[in-house]
């Protein structure tokens, strides 16, 4: 089974802290995503990345950034944490491409909490 | 850009069969995922539609019609564990192909 594996279940940082959230899958998967998750929003997408140095802007992109050096590795950064920023983080990997095969493999996510 | 409805919460008993509707909007339609999320949990993906029809996996079918722009989940012989909140999200070639999710619905099972 793939498994994708975030660094921490729960994180409390203060306010302007610079905040790294790790995800690391280990099936060899091309697309990495971020997504955050608050309650009657569902998912919605930050960042991903399609190959190692490449990054696209999702649909809520601002104040994140993202990293990829290797295929396996997807970092998420808060450049400045703030309280709005308190939320569920979700990493997830696919194959390249859609269609049946192509379902998300989402890690248990990273709750973050910022005082 | 794509957007979702799908209702909120959906209440049924255990044995019983329930349907989740999902209707969107979007340009250059691909296909519709379903996911499955308990508290506390991940998102697992449950399954895909590109093509209208009815796609059956064990207890739980995913239908699609496309001219509608709508689908549903319909899980059978409801059992507690089916608890969870559950997802659709639309993939478009106007989003990179990427779901976007609806807000979920929260299917609470009772006994």
């Known amino acids: 089974d793939v498994k994708v594996t975030q660094s921490s279940r729960y994180l409390v940082k203060r306010t302007g802290e610079k905040v790294f959230l790790e995800c690391v899958q280990d099936?060899?998967?091309?697309?990495m995503f971020w997504y955050r998750q608050d309650p009657g929003l569902g998912l919605r997408l930050i960042y991903f990345s399609y190959d190692v140095k490449m990054k696209e802007k999702g649909d809520i992109p601002e104040g994140y950034s993202v990293s990829r050096e290797k295929k396996e590795r997807f970092s998420l950064i808060l450049e400045s944490a703030s309280t709005n920023q308190t939320s569920m983080y979700l990493c997830?990997?696919?194959?390249?491409?859609?269609?049946?095969?192509?379902?998300?493999?989402f890690g248990s996510g990273t709750r973050l909490t910022v005082v | 850009g794509q957007s979702l409805e799908q209702p909120s919460e959906v209440t049924a008993v255990e044995g019983a069969i329930v349907q989740i509707n999902c209707t969107y909007q979007t340009s250059g339609f691909y296909g519709l995922s379903w996911y499955q999320q308990h508290d506390g949990g991940a998102p697992t993906f449950l399954s895909y539609?590109?093509?209208?029809g009815l796609e059956e996996t064990g207890r739980f079918s995913s239908f699609l019609s496309r001219s509608d722009s709508y689908g549903y989940l319909l899980l059978q012989e409801l059992q507690m564990k089916d608890s969870a909140s559950y997802f659709c999200a639309v993939h478009a070639s106007g989003g990179s192909y990427i779901p976007t999710f609806g807000r979920g619905t929260s299917l609470i099972v009772h006994p």
């Open positions: 099936m060899d998967h091309e697309n």
């Open positions: 997830a990997s696919s194959l390249g491409g859609t269609g049946p095969n192509y379902g998300y493999t």
């Open positions: 539609n590109a093509l209208d």
